[in-house]
């Protein structure tokens, strides 16, 4: 791990957080394991303050649990805690939508097409990583039109909690399922539907209601 080299107290804090959520975005620090603070204070060259306090936002944001005397726990995301995080997504990205639909022009609509057919090319290519990172480009196509970076910056740290979960091996009949919901969202914002699109994303893109071993092929009782 390369040192913090900010000298900003607040800034330092930020930039520890950031990484921090990269290396678990990226899988470099993997759900269940332990961060050992002190050999992360060295590492990265900081003081124990800026770092406790940015390990303390991302245990507000659920990304990790404090464990005094043991470390720092990367929490898991169970299949409950999923389906939490969809129902809240899905209300704050609908929300979005209807703000900012008007300024979903036809070159944005073209890059959300080209990012579906990209995550179509993923699945079949067995590429899941880079399946989810393009499914993440396609919303933040429309998340990116509005003006309130806290709402879009929650967001997106949730859908960092969901990055453990996605990092296990989904069914390709679930990502086609992502990819075919994406075409009727597209299609309705072509179309001009406001509501129609915005509450797509809600009841039925992010409602997701079929069991665990849908997602995943460890999960028990597959089919």
């Given at each position: ?9 607040w800034s330092l804090r930020k930039e520890i957080f ?206």
């Amino acid at each position: 791990m390369p040192p913090i080299t900010t000298q900003n107290n607040w800034s330092l804090r930020k930039e520890i957080f950031d990484y921090l959520g990269n290396q678990i975005e990226s899988g470099v620090l993997k759900p269940g394991s332990l961060i050992n603070v002190r050999k992360l204070t060295e590492e990265l060259k900081v003081s124990r303050t800026p770092l406790r306090e940015a390990l303390a936002q991302l245990e507000v944001q659920g990304l990790v649990t404090i464990m005094p005397q043991r470390g720092v726990l990367i929490n898991v995301l169970t299949y409950e805690d999923l389906l939490d995080l969809f129902e809240i997504i899905g209300a704050l990205e609908s929300q979005v939508v209807k703000i900012v639909f008007d300024r979903i022009t036809g070159k944005k609509i073209d890059f959300m097409v080209r990012y579906n057919r990209a995550m179509q090319m993923a699945i079949k290519n067995g590429k899941s990583r880079k399946f989810h990172e393009t499914n993440i480009l396609f919303h933040r196509v429309f998340l990116d039109l509005s003006t309130n970076q806290e709402l879009t910056a929650y967001v997106g740290n949730l859908k960092l909690r969901l990055f453990g979960f996605a990092l296990k091996s989904y069914r390709n009949r679930f990502k086609e399922a992502i990819v075919a919901e994406h075409d009727v969202f597209v299609g309705l914002v072509k179309d001009g539907d406001r509501d129609g699109a915005s509450a797509y994303l809600k009841d039925v893109h992010w409602q997701f209601n079929h069991p665990e071993n849908f997602i995943r092929p460890d999960a028990v009782n597959n089919i």
